[in-house]
Structures are given as structure tokens and as C-alpha cells.
């Protein structure tokens, strides 16, 4: 979204602001649960910290080889799924006598997305935005390569950036919409099941779940409305051929 909707200057200010909105947003939510539900004297918190040693070169290139080994099985896996599963739903049932575009919206895909569209429609938010969003639960990675199959460019990021920048339904204040439901909502299933295994039970995961989505839907939805009000972030208007043609010589106008 940054790449294809933000001028070039102000990209790195964008990515810091996402991250600041996550942090800011993470700091307000602690201090008001401690006014609220989690009211009680402080614990007293006892940590015993290991010698620390500066690393060498070695294991740390070791360790970021490890990591990076364990992202491709885990994340690759569920991307590659993912993008089996939508592309099928996206392509079927056929259609022989409709075009691309009319084909995809009436898929299987077509019709999860129409039926998730009246709630995310505030937001600014298609039914395109709704079915990725839905697939990104099991991974935030998933959301691109989703996009990518829903706008048929597979994997190419820059062929979605045009895709994106060539749909008249997008805009930069949508772009930001999306970005910032992301940084606030709570679009990570192994978090969920990370929770639910500290906790023991599915009340603290589900009220996370409840409480991060709710949040970033109200946000979103205060930025989609006051932008939209405002007229900001809007797609400038094409000029037509007849206000790109030059205006006739002064001396031959009349000739």
C-alpha cells in the first residue's frame, strides 16, 4: 500500500507512523485495562537475568539462517495453501460466457466477499479487501499473495502495485485505511492459539480477539469517514483528451 499509494518522500515517515499508531495504541490499551478490568495491587516480579556476552559473527549468522528456515516452512506453507485454496474458489464454479472481472465476482469467492462487504463497507472496504482479509487470519503475509490472486498478477508485487493503482475503487486514503486496520487489529491465528495455550482457556484469546478487532474497525471507520468528509486522500481526477489538447494559435483561431 505504501509503494503504490505513498509519494517516495514520504514513505519512511509512513512506516514510522504505522508503528508509532501500534505502539501508542498498545501503551492506551494497557494503562486503560489497568484503570478496569485488571485493577489489583501490584505483583511483586522477581527475573534472573543470564550473563550476556557479546556474540560472535558465526552465531549470529547461524541464528538468522535458522530463523529465516523456519519462517519459509511455516509461513510459506500456509501462504502456498492459502493461494491454492483462493485461487480455486476465486476461479470456480466457470463461467464460460462472462469476462474476467464478472467471473471473479460471481465465484465462490465472489460470494464470501458480498457477504462480508456490508460490514467492512464503512471502512471503505470491498468485498476484494473483505476475502483477504478473512485469509490473512492465519497469517498477515497471506494478505498480499491473496490480493495478488484475486487481481491475477500471482506473486509480482509490482504488477499488484499497478493493479492496485489502476482499480478506480482504490485510493491512498484506502490504502491508509487498510494499513491501519492492520497495525490494530488482530490478524494472527498462531497468536490466538499462543494465548490460548498460556492462559489455558479460550476467554482472555477470544476478548483479545474481540476487543483489537473492534478497535481497529472503529478507528478505520473515523478515518474512512472524516478523509471521505474531508475530501483527502482522493484519487485525482483524469484529465479528459479534450483538456490535454492545446488551444488553438491566437492569429489562426478564426481562420
Known sequence: MIGAFIPFRWRGLTMFFMYSLGTGAAFCMAWLFKKTLLRSAPPRFFIELPPYHLPSGRAIVMHMIERSWLFLQRAGTIILMVSIVLWWLSSYPKHLNMPPSEQLTHSYAGMVGKVIEPAIKPLGFDWKIGISLV???????????????????????????HSLQGDPTFSPLKGICVMIY???????????????????????????????????WIVTFAVWQCGTALHLGQRAPIPTRSALAPLPDKDNRFS
Open 182 to 216: 492492520y497495525v490494530l487489529a488482530m490478524q494472527c491465528l498462531s497468536t490466538t492459539a499462543v494465548m490460548k495455550r498460556e492462559t489455558n482457556g479460550w476467554k482472555w484469546p477470544l476478548f483479545q480477539l474481540a476487543y483489537m478487532t473492534a478497535l481497529a
Open 135 to 161: 485469509t490473512a487470519f492465519v497469517a498477515r503475509e497471506v494478505f498480499v499473495s491473496s490480493m495478488g490472486t484475486i487481481y491475477a498478477v500471482g506473486d509480482n508485487d509490482a504488477s499488484l502495485r
